[in-house]
């Protein structure tokens, strides 16, 4: 089943944000904080996430933007392509990458790494690999002098700093190369992915589209290891935004009530009670998106929509949602034996959820 909405601007309340580190501008280097911090000096303060690669389905990146969320200017690190060695994955920043993070209101920096280490143990491989930290620093000092949306910064970064730090990028994967005698993926899809931007953004915008939508209809026949669904079937939804933007995301699964659409996106954790922060952090960045959707459509027939972060475990009995009363909550959480921190979290999304109009379940498998 394939669903079609729009989005054309997002309302949202953050809660379950993270309290985050505060760095001094002089000491800071992006390659020794931690995934998500804030950094200050006289004249400004930012919160700060950094990805370690440029594909969303590695390492949480969505966690780590959620935890800047909160902060009225947040900045996001992005490496432009990140290539392990011929043994390891090799990936490209895509546009909708870009987009959604205008869509949030974060500013991006295409970033690059220049240094790494060999990997001990597999052939034609490098790990722990770093950023050009004084680039980073270079391009935070532009932005705190910029007084444009983040959309228009992240606009001129894909049309005019993007094409040229691609030779960076060449340079320095060269240098590693030669430095431990390390073989990496064939230039041709480096050199593909420069004549994306020959004739401006409009090739690179295609060309990620067209990846992205491969990628649903693959999400779409597969379930993954952390998913439990009541059933196996996904629909396709596909989000377009007033940025020029088309997200292609699956949900977990769908339920039809009249003219109401749940939009469910499940987390699932096999041995504990809850999902991972880092997990629900992940689904509560969809609901940011879905609980934002206008225009839905399903056959041309429009629905008005519920979304849904249902939390799903096989170490628990019974279930709770956002909307059920203090006193069936406070039994659950007592018949299940719930530590305080496991508590605090439940009551810190169920406000959420209430706060931001979509629906939360925890509940057993």
């Known amino acids: 089943m394939d669903i079609f909405a729009e989005i054309k601007n997002i309302k949202y309340s953050p809660i379950n944000t993270a309290k985050l580190e505060q760095i001094k501008f002089g000491l800071f280097d992006i390659n020794n904080c931690s995934s998500n911090c804030i950094l200050s000096n006289q004249n400004f303060k930012f919160s700060i996430s950094k990805w370690v690669s440029p594909k969303r389905t590695r390492s949480y990146p969505f966690e780590r933007v959620y935890n800047t969320l909160s902060f009225s200017k947040r900045i996001t690190v992005i490496p432009i392509i990140k290539d392990e060695g011929k043994r390891g ?87 590693i190369s030669m430095k431990y005698n390390i073989e990496f993926h064939g230039k041709g899809g480096i050199e593909n992915f420069k004549k994306q931007f020959r004739n401006g953004v409009k090739k690179f915008m295609d060309t990620s589209r067209q990846k992205a939508q491969q990628a649903q209809n693959r999400e779409r026949l597969t379930q993954q290891p952390k998913e439990f669904l009541v059933t196996e079937t996904k629909a396709t939804i596909t989000i377009k935004n007033y940025l020029g933007g088309e997200y292609y995301w699956t949900t977990d699964e769908i339920k039809f009530e009249k003219d109401k659409l749940y939009l469910i996106e499940s987390k699932h954790s096999k041995t504990s009670k ?4 880092a997990d629900i ?49 406070n039994i659950f959480l007592k018949d299940n034996l719930f530590k305080q921190k496991q508590k605090d979290l439940e009551e810190n999304l169920f406000k959420e959820g209430i706060k931001n109009k979509f629906l939360i379940q925890i509940e057993s498998v």
């Open 281 to 329: 952090k992940d689904g509560l960045l969809k609901m940011i998106l879905y609980s934002n959707l206008e225009n839905i459509k399903v056959n041309e027939k429009n629905y008005s929509h519920l979304p849904v972060l249902k939390l799903t475990s096989k170490n628990i009995q019974g279930s709770i949602s956002s909307t059920d009363n203090q006193e069936k909550i």
């Open 89 to 175: 994955d090799r990936d490209f920043i895509q546009w909708d990458t870009v987009s959604l993070m205008s869509l949030l209101d974060v500013y991006v920096i295409l970033a690059y790494y220049v240094e790494a280490d060999k990997h001990k143990k597999r052939l034609n491989k490098i790990t722990n690999q770093k950023f050009d930290n004084d680039y980073v620093k270079s391009k935070l000092i532009d932005i705190s002098r910029y007084h444009s949306s983040a959309l228009h910064w992240n606009m001129n970064e894909i049309e005019n700093t993007l094409p040229t730090i691609i030779r960076k990028v060449e340079a320095s994967y060269n240098d």
């Open 274 to 277: 809850l999902p991972s922060v």
